[in-house]
């Protein structure tokens, strides 16, 4: 039993180390003002790596100070926070489950439209609020920059497989018709009697 303990308490020592970079990274990224992607991170690896501090800590004091009411919490924090991670996995499933994307005609990447995803995803996407965030995350990081720098004639574009969220955010859907001047940048037909999506869509 005395070895089962100091086993615990030097796995959640270790434990409590990691935890301190990982609240660090979220620091450092509460400091990168002007990237809009890592505000939508900040936060959640701030957390994470308190709740991991704090478990760890529990367990580790615990272990080698044989205190079985700190153990137990330790146990039972540990058992919540494995429900939590198996919920999670659960829920991307079910709301990636339906997205496989859609061959398109002399294309070598995939289409993808945003009605694949489960309804929940869909309207959170389609809030104002989401999708202000969303944009401002993409036109800050590399994510679409990168196609222009890759392909600079459409035939090559055509022919790259690129990623799903390239394919879905950083082109228009190939049924608008639009006419590829680079990767990011297409001009819209004259007639744009498409869905609202078409209308929408923009190179901005």
């Not at 070895?3 to 509460?30: D, H, Q, R």
């Not at 809009?36 to 308190?50: A, W």
């Not at 995803?121 to 999708?131: D, N």
Request: glycine letters at 6%; hydrophobic letters at 45%; charged letters at 10%.
């Amino acid at each position: 039993m005395a070895l089962s303990n100091n086993i615990i308490g030097a796995i959640n020592f270790v434990a409590t180390l990691l935890s301190i970079p990982i609240i660090g990274t979220g620091i450092w990224l509460a400091t990168k003002s002007g990237n809009s992607c890592v505000k939508i991170l900040q936060f959640p690896v701030i957390i994470l790596g308190i709740l991991i501090l704090v478990v760890a800590l529990a367990g580790f004091i615990g272990g080698f100070w044989r205190i079985p009411w700190l153990l137990i919490s330790y146990l039972i924090a540990m058992l919540v926070l494995i429900i939590l991670l198996a919920c999670l996995v659960v829920f991307v499933y079910l709301v990636t489950i339906r997205c496989s994307g859609h061959l398109a005609p002399r294309r070598a990447y995939l289409e993808y439209r945003l009605d694949d995803f489960s309804g929940g995803l869909c309207r959170k996407v389609r809030s104002s609020y989401q999708w202000d965030r969303i944009r401002s995350c993409l036109s800050s990081s590399s994510t679409c920059a990168e196609l222009n720098q890759s392909y600079r004639m459409a035939q090559y574009f055509f022919n790259a497989h690129i990623t799903p969220l390239q394919s879905g955010c950083c082109k228009p859907p190939i049924e608008c018709g639009y006419t590829f001047v680079n990767p990011t940048y297409w001009i819209s037909p004259i007639n744009t009697a498409a869905d609202m999506d078409c209308l929408q869509w923009s190179s901005c």
